[in-house]
């Protein structure tokens, strides 16, 4: 697959696309941050732990992205998340095709791990030379009698977006209504997009049950082959922060009437927010009744949790720097711990999102289109304490000398749901009060 | 398995080429390819270095990667580099895809106007070390000037798993013998994790592209790894009064040894001992001090050495010293250790180290030795790369007397607790 299909560039859901000209097409050559494709692809499979990923391709594409992602399983057996399976094509493969190894990767895989499915993941190189994977799966798929994905998303197709999206497309073509549920609850959900990140999904699943809603299946967070395949049978689909996403949900809806909701668990009033949406979506008056209960118990014992984290956070201001959606669902999860947001990025922000970040932080807030040229005007003439952007902004906080947090450092416990939010609260306070951010930039004894 | 990859240590060699080109000052590497390579090599060594890391991709998308033979692609990314930043120099790094659609870097490189090195490197050749050496050897044919007479200058060629510090701690040892050195490629002021004056955009520190050009005047070139023995046949080739050191590595006594009989020799002081400063003679003596120390632990220890080749035959001379029983699993093996080595080795992945059917006690292997160890019950040393999950290991060494001395403490404490 040389050519993106028409239709998916086109998806009406993309955000993107009336806003801005550039987001969905072509990258800029040398002027692109960002993953591929394939890394979309890979992010969006790779959780299910039971499955074999086999990255068809040389070693690149494996090489350096295997067991970088922190995507935690309660399956039993052993994590294939956390398993770097790749062909890596030799020269010679380039030349006489790599479908010989392709094929005999998916015997040794299958022989060595007894996996619930693999998936296939093509790539540039495996692309261009045009090896057909497709018929592989098949073959294979009819050999072992378990199902084999091909997933086409190699990285010169499109951005990270993209081949997640792409992955969808995969899922509901070879998975989704492949198996019938021996049962099914009345209030059942997917989680599309939630990948378990630090086990995030963990923190809300539990408020959920509380409530009466289980879920079916989930793309691909702790998720489980048997179950996705069964994945038509839920009364509604929950995405979760995944736009990319909708073009799946939307065909289910399509295809077996499954309507679809998109929430995001960050923070309290998301969280109780993505509650209300989804009984909504249920429509049921008790299930109604019994989640306003709930929410009420849940953010009674949050409060609760939060006070002391309000009360040390009282009066302090924060500048945030980060793209996206996060410029107002990472603001939204800020207020909640009691830190005023005086300013939020909104360069990479869709339209949608730069009115959220505007009814989030209210008429006197300050909307960054150029963040790293504003910041440091607007950290004084806001008189911020803490700066939380990415790691270029390090020098902004150090000149600036405030507090700073790094975004994008990978975190080593969740943010999610409720509970999460102390979590976040511990996290900021032990900025605040760290010295290091003004020792760092002491003036050398040689200067004064 | 005979098809499959499991768990691999390797890493690309367009990897390798960038690594080589952040230790270029002013340098921006450009990666000619889709935009993932780039971005997951970028994201590789953030987390490795614990610092920002400048590098920026051609970003093919499906329409380019097809048609055209990627000139104006190039052309356009280096257009818009400069519209932000002015590099002293582009690395241009290939990858598998435009190397198989068949792009000629030499001639898109030949008619750029920026100052640009191109390096060949389809990732399903080779692996890290073969690309950073790939990287050096164009940035001395493309760079260089040829000469015909000597200074006291010394040119260092390090293979790509030495440290910042290794780096610096070399260049140190050669300039205590009255010369000049000079790192090809230079990671010990680019990426010893330094606090810089300003948010870097491309490298700060690392060998200027002056200084490159200028590395023909050098007495002798001392190359270390065999992936740098062609690197240094084509520095030596510059200049017929050149001589060239090429050793297969520094790490221990013997190799430290032969490494400073080298110097002696090449110092005007001729074997005489005043050549040799009296801190490296005080560092020898501790170094035999500790080899004796940690001989009870380490005489008994088996370890499992899964790291790039040039470093895993460091590291084996080093522990093996002591009485160490190592066994090496490389990526690759383009020097060819094979065959010459006295430790069982070979290439392979780190499902390899699963199978091996020989009892062991520690593996020294970068961030993916963890999840195997723990599975195991046996102990991990993080070294080589990715060191994810842990810090300094820039600033650390394990070859010359004094890091081989300190190293060897390290293994002994390791394997004892
Ligand atoms: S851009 Fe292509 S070759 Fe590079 S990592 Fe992505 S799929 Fe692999």
Redesign the interface.
């Known amino acids: 697959m040389l050519t993106a299909p028409k239709e998916l560039l086109n998806e009406s859901a993309c955000d993107h696309h009336t806003n801005k000209k550039t987001a969905c097409n072509r990258p800029t050559p040398g002027a692109t941050t960002g993953g591929c494709a394939f890394e979309g692809a890979q992010i969006s499979l790779f959780p299910y732990a039971e499955a074999a990923h086999i990255v068809h391709g040389p070693i690149t594409c494996l090489g350096a992205s295997w067991e970088t992602r922190a995507t935690p399983t309660s399956f039993s057996g052993r994590d294939l998340t956390q398993v770097g399976l790749t062909t890596a094509i030799s020269e010679n493969d380039v030349i006489f095709g790599g479908e010989k190894r392709l094929s005999a990767s998916i015997d040794e895989a299958m022989h060595t791990f007894n996996p619930k499915a693999i998936f296939i993941y093509s790539t540039c190189v495996t692309a261009l030379i045009g090896d057909d994977i497709d018929a592989i799966c098949r073959e294979k798929a009819q050999q072992y009698g378990l199902p084999i994905v091909p997933v086409h998303a190699p990285g010169f197709i499109g951005s990270k977006n993209f081949g997640s999206r792409l992955a969808g497309e995969a899922v509901l073509e070879h998975l989704i209504g492949t198996l019938e549920p021996e049962s099914t609850a009345p209030y059942e959900i997917n989680l599309i997009g939630e990948y378990n990140v630090t086990g995030d999904m963990w923190r809300y699943l539990p408020v959920l049950e509380k409530i009466g809603i289980k879920v079916r299946a989930t793309l691909s967070g702790d998720g489980r082959i048997d179950a996705i395949r069964t994945a038509h049978r839920a009364g509604l689909n929950v995405i979760v922060c995944a736009q990319s996403l909708v073009t799946l949900t939307r065909k289910m809806q399509e295809r077996y009437g499954i309507p679809w909701v998109s929430v995001s668990f960050y923070g309290q009033r998301d969280t109780s927010e993505a509650i209300r949406t989804i009984v909504r979506a249920f429509g049921d008056a008790a299930l109604i009744d019994r989640a306003e209960a709930v929410i009420t118990e849940e953010e009674a014992k949050l409060s609760k949790q939060l006070e002391p984290i309000r009360t040390r956070l009282a009066g302090k201001k924060a500048v945030l720097n980060t793209g996206g959606n996060k410029a107002w669902s990472f603001a939204s999860a800020l207020q909640d711990i009691g830190l005023k947001v005086v300013a939020t990025a909104v360069g990479k922000s869709t339209e949608a999102d730069r009115a959220k970040a505007r009814e989030y932080l209210g008429e006197e807030g300050v909307l960054m289109t150029k963040p790293a040229v504003e910041q440091p005007k607007v950290i004084a003439d806001t008189q911020a304490d803490i700066l939380l952007a990415g790691g270029r902004s390090l020098y902004t906080a150090l000149k600036k000398k405030i507090a700073f947090v790094d975004v994008n450092q990978e975190k080593k416990v969740s943010y999610g749901g409720y509970d999460g939010l102390v979590a976040f609260g511990e996290d900021v306070i032990a900025a605040l009060d760290n010295p290091v951010f003004k020792v760092a930039n002491r003036e050398a004894p040689w200067r004064h | ?8 240590t ?3 060699a ?2 390798g080429a960038m690594l080589a080109f952040l230790g270029v000052k002013h340098c921006m590497p ?1 990666i000619h ?12 060594f ?2 490795h270095f614990h610092d ?1 890391i400048p590098v ?11 048609l055209g033979g990627g000139d104006e ?2 052309t ?6 400069l ?2 930043v002015t590099p002293d120099l582009v690395g241009l790094i290939s ?3 435009t190397e ?2 068949g792009d000629d870097l030499r001639s898109i490189a030949a008619a750029l106007t920026q100052k640009s090195v191109w390096v060949s490197t ?4 080779g ?1 890290l070390q073969s690309g950073w050496a790939a990287a050096t050897e164009a940035l001395i044919t493309q760079l260089v000037q040829p000469c015909m007479s000597v200074t006291q200058k010394v040119a260092i060629l390090p293979h790509a798993s030495m440290t910042p510090i290794e780096v610096e701690d070399l260049k140190a040892l050669v300039e205590s013998f009255g010369f000049e050195a000079v790192a090809l490629p230079d990671l010990s002021e680019s990426m010893d994790g330094h ?1 810089g004056e ?2 870097a955009t491309m490298t700060q520190g690392g060998v200027s592209i002056q200084a490159i050009s200028q590395l023909g005047e050098s007495c002798a070139v001392v190359a270390i790894g065999r992936s740098m023995l062609s690197a240094a046949r084509l520095l030596a080739a510059k200049n017929p009064a050149m001589k060239t050191i090429a050793l297969d590595h520094i790490g221990g006594l013997g190799a430290t040894d032969r490494l400073i009989g080298e110097l002696m020799a090449l110092s005007s002081d001729d074997r005489s001992d005043r050549a040799v400063p009296a801190s490296v003679k005080r560092w020898r003596a501790r170094l035999q001090d500790m080899l004796l120390d940690s001989h009870f632990t380490l005489g008994k220890a088996r370890i499992v050495l899964a790291l790039e080749a040039d470093q895993a035959v460091s590291i084996a001379a080093l522990l093996s010293e002591a009485g160490a029983k190592c066994t090496l699993i490389t990526p690759t093996d383009e020097g060819g250790y094979e065959k010459s080595s006295l430790s069982p080795f070979r290439v392979g992945d780190l499902w390899d180290v699963e199978q091996i059917k020989e009892p062991w006690d520690l593996i020294i292997c970068g ?2 030795g963890e ?1 195997l160890a723990h599975r195991m019950g046996r102990k991990h040393l993080e070294m080589g790369f990715p060191q994810w999950e842990r810090l300094g290991g820039q600033l650390e060494s394990a070859q010359l007397y004094h890091g081989s001395a300190r190293f060897l403490a390290t293994v002994a404490n390791k394997i004892a607790h």
């Open positions: 398995m005979e098809a499959l990859t499991v768990n691999p390797r890493l690309s367009p990897m450009l390819g889709a935009q993932g390579c780039a971005s997951f090599s970028k994201v590789f953030t987390r920002p920026q991709t051609t970003a093919l998308s499906d329409i380019s990667a097809v692609i190039v356009e990314a280096i257009g818009n580099i519209a932000k990858t598998g895809l198989t659609k389809p990732d399903y050749i692996g606090l300003k948010q961030s993916h999840a």
